[in-house]
């Protein structure tokens, strides 16, 4: 997805919680993953109440929280995109 609507203003960031930030890249760099990763300090986690992994926030175009949601299917990935196309609908 991140991909496919990059250019139209979608971003995506991951967020670790584990690691170091070289072994972080190594692995992103061989999973071929595109969009950037960090690695969080546990207080985030407690921050946005986040208590599964993976979560997902949408935010939109003026910074406000959406949605969010915890886990990933094969299944719920119609409905990340149909979020992600909504969003970008929108003026910011």
């Given at each position: ?6 250019d ?21 760099k ?7 990763i960090f690695?969080a300090?546990?207080?985030?986690f ?9 979560h ?13 949601e915890?886990g ?12 992600v ?6 003026e910011?």
């Amino acid at each position: 997805m991140y991909e496919t609507y990059k250019d139209q203003g979608f971003e995506l960031i991951g967020l670790s919680t584990e690691g170091d930030v070289e072994a972080v890249t190594a692995f992103s760099k061989k999973a071929g993953i595109k969009y950037p990763i960090f690695v969080a300090e546990p207080d985030i986690f407690d921050e946005y109440k986040i208590q599964y992994i993976p979560h997902h926030i949408f935010i939109d175009r003026k910074g406000t929280k959406r949605h969010e949601e915890t886990g990933f299917s094969e299944e719920s990935k119609a409905g990340f995109e149909t979020r992600v196309k909504e969003l970008l609908k929108e003026e910011g």
